[in-house]
């Protein structure tokens, strides 16, 4: 059994579609970040960087939103959520997932916690106002270079996808404009209809 640590709207989400679309039987656990549950005694135990998601497994726990990714891929194969064949394509996937996790997410984590680079007000107010810019960068080297289509790699679902479709979902929080990037937005309206992705959400929202 696996257990994955979440919160709901944050990049936990990706980590939690793979598991629906992988099959992987598995228990969720939410954090509450409103309670500072992360910062816990008990979630520290599991994941000293205080952050989520994490998933528990039979190894050991993992963290790292491209770790557990290419995790769920691997344990379950049939699913076909990666070409594990195909060490450079397996490696273009991860290429883009790291971009998703360490450049993307943190234009974001910009936006609303300032905190973590900086310890003024002015100077949390100047990456509030830039964040919009950057995070568009962002897209855009996405829209026209990175993004095959109709999913991420082309024509097969791949862990890229359930991965984009959970930034993109902060779009328009983001203060990015849905029209300079259609592609995008059309994946992520076609990513909202797939049942494992429905199933996640309703699980995390509804609890």
């Not at 344990?75 to 997932?97: C, M, V």
């Not at 991965?163 to 990015?176: K, M, N, P, Q, S």
């Amino acid at each position: 059994m696996h257990v994955l640590y979440y919160t709901p709207r944050t990049c936990a989400l990706a980590s939690h579609i793979a598991l629906e679309e992988a099959g992987v039987d598995h228990e969720l656990r939410k954090i509450d970040f409103g309670a500072s549950e992360q910062q816990s005694d008990n979630y520290l135990k599991v994941n000293p960087k205080a952050r989520v998601p994490a998933l528990v497994t039979p190894r050991g726990v993992l963290t790292e939103t491209p770790a557990i990714l290419a995790y769920i891929a691997q344990i379950n194969p049939d699913a076909g959520l990666a070409p594990l064949d195909d060490a450079f394509a397996f490696a273009e996937i991860q290429a883009i997932n790291s971009y998703l996790c360490s450049t993307l997410h943190v234009a974001h984590a910009h936006r609303m916690r300032g905190s973590r680079w900086a310890s003024e007000d002015a100077s949390f107010e100047d990456m509030k106002r830039n964040a919009p810019r950057a995070i568009s960068a962002c897209y855009d080297l996405i829209e026209t270079t990175m993004f095959r289509g109709p999913w991420v790699m082309g024509e097969t679902y791949t862990i890229a996808d359930p991965y984009l479709f959970t930034v993109a979902e902060w779009i328009e929080g983001d203060g990015v404009d849905p029209a300079r990037i259609p592609r995008i937005i059309e994946h992520r309206a076609r990513m909202a209809e797939r049942p494992a992705v429905r199933k996640a959400i309703a699980a995390e929202r509804g609890a």
